[in-house]
Protein backbone atom coordinates (compact mmCIF):
# COMPACT_ATOMS: atom_id res chain seq x y z
CA UNK A 1 0.00 0.00 0.00
CA UNK A 2 1.46 3.05 -1.35
CA UNK A 3 0.93 6.21 1.24
CA UNK A 4 1.16 9.45 0.09
CA UNK A 5 1.97 12.44 2.70
CA UNK A 6 0.19 15.54 3.77
CA UNK A 7 1.84 18.99 2.44
CA UNK A 8 -1.17 21.62 2.32
CA UNK A 9 -1.55 23.59 5.74
CA UNK A 10 -5.76 22.89 6.19
CA UNK A 11 -5.32 19.63 6.26
CA UNK A 12 -3.06 19.86 9.17
CA UNK A 13 -5.80 22.02 11.32
CA UNK A 14 -6.61 19.63 14.45
CA UNK A 15 -10.56 19.75 14.29
CA UNK A 16 -12.65 18.97 17.38
CA UNK A 17 -13.61 15.51 16.15
CA UNK A 18 -10.36 14.40 15.26
CA UNK A 19 -9.07 11.07 17.17
CA UNK A 20 -6.19 11.33 19.27
CA UNK A 21 -3.87 8.95 20.53
CA UNK A 22 -0.28 8.95 22.71
CA UNK A 23 2.57 7.50 23.27
CA UNK A 24 6.05 8.16 24.89
CA UNK A 25 7.88 9.71 21.73
CA UNK A 26 4.85 10.40 19.49
CA UNK A 27 1.11 11.49 18.87
CA UNK A 28 -1.30 10.69 16.09
CA UNK A 29 -4.56 12.60 15.24
CA UNK A 30 -6.34 11.22 12.44
CA UNK A 31 -9.20 13.15 10.90
CA UNK A 32 -11.45 12.45 7.97
CA UNK A 33 -10.05 12.39 4.34
CA UNK A 34 -9.69 15.20 2.16
CA UNK A 35 -8.87 13.37 -0.82
CA UNK A 36 -11.08 10.13 -0.64
CA UNK A 37 -9.45 6.82 -1.59
CA UNK A 38 -5.72 7.53 0.01
CA UNK A 39 -4.43 7.27 2.99
CA UNK A 40 -2.12 10.25 3.81
CA UNK A 41 0.05 10.83 6.59
CA UNK A 42 2.13 14.11 7.91
CA UNK A 43 4.90 14.77 10.01
CA UNK A 44 5.33 17.67 12.56
CA UNK A 45 8.50 17.61 13.73
CA UNK A 46 9.40 21.09 15.72
CA UNK A 47 12.39 23.04 15.63
CA UNK A 48 11.59 24.04 19.36
CA UNK A 49 12.29 20.34 20.19
CA UNK A 50 15.02 19.39 17.88
CA UNK A 51 17.50 22.31 17.54
CA UNK A 52 19.26 20.56 14.44
CA UNK A 53 18.34 19.76 11.33
CA UNK A 54 20.23 16.45 11.88
CA UNK A 55 18.26 15.70 14.56
CA UNK A 56 14.96 16.68 12.69
CA UNK A 57 15.92 14.36 9.62
CA UNK A 58 16.61 11.21 12.53
CA UNK A 59 13.24 11.78 13.99
CA UNK A 60 11.47 11.56 10.61
CA UNK A 61 13.40 8.60 9.07
CA UNK A 62 12.84 6.92 12.37
CA UNK A 63 8.97 7.61 12.40
CA UNK A 64 8.74 6.89 9.01
CA UNK A 65 10.09 3.78 9.16
CA UNK A 66 7.90 2.96 11.56
CA UNK A 67 4.91 3.79 9.65
CA UNK A 68 6.20 1.68 6.87
CA UNK A 69 6.12 -1.23 8.89
CA UNK A 70 2.98 -0.98 10.49
CA UNK A 71 1.35 -0.01 7.23
CA UNK A 72 -1.17 -2.46 7.25
CA UNK A 73 -3.14 -1.32 10.35
CA UNK A 74 -3.53 1.95 8.85
CA UNK A 75 -6.97 2.73 8.21
CA UNK A 76 -7.84 3.80 4.87
CA UNK A 77 -10.33 6.14 4.89
CA UNK A 78 -8.24 8.31 7.51
CA UNK A 79 -5.30 10.79 7.22
CA UNK A 80 -2.79 10.23 9.76
CA UNK A 81 -0.55 13.20 11.53
CA UNK A 82 1.96 12.46 13.53
CA UNK A 83 3.89 14.65 16.09
CA UNK A 84 7.09 13.79 17.40
CA UNK A 85 8.72 14.50 20.36
CA UNK A 86 12.66 14.37 21.98
CA UNK A 87 11.96 11.03 22.98
CA UNK A 88 11.97 9.21 19.84
CA UNK A 89 15.88 9.74 19.22
CA UNK A 90 16.80 7.54 22.33
CA UNK A 91 13.87 4.43 20.83
CA UNK A 92 14.98 1.63 19.21
CA UNK A 93 13.80 0.06 16.09
CA UNK A 94 11.89 -2.41 17.42
CA UNK A 95 10.53 -0.66 20.62
CA UNK A 96 9.20 1.97 17.88
CA UNK A 97 7.80 -1.10 15.87
CA UNK A 98 6.03 -2.18 19.08
CA UNK A 99 4.73 1.48 20.22
CA UNK A 100 3.51 2.48 16.57
CA UNK A 101 1.49 -1.09 16.40
CA UNK A 102 -0.12 -0.38 20.01
CA UNK A 103 -1.21 3.10 18.86
CA UNK A 104 -2.85 1.59 15.56
CA UNK A 105 -4.55 -0.70 17.33
CA UNK A 106 -5.72 2.15 19.81
CA UNK A 107 -6.60 3.95 16.88
CA UNK A 108 -8.53 1.31 15.05
CA UNK A 109 -10.29 0.49 18.29
CA UNK A 110 -11.08 3.71 19.45
CA UNK A 111 -12.64 4.60 15.54
CA UNK A 112 -14.83 1.25 15.15
CA UNK A 113 -16.36 1.66 18.99
CA UNK A 114 -17.33 5.37 17.45
CA UNK A 115 -18.71 4.80 13.90
CA UNK A 116 -20.71 1.74 14.83
Not at 22 to 45: A, H, M, N, W
Request: net charge positive; glycine share 4%; aromatic share 12%.
Amino acid sequence: MKHKTIRNHKDFIADRNDIHVGSDCFSVKIKKQSVPGETRYGLVVSKKIFNTAVKRNLAKRKIRDWIHYNEEFMNLNMDYIFFVNEKILDYSRDLGYKDMRKAMEKITKIYNDTHE
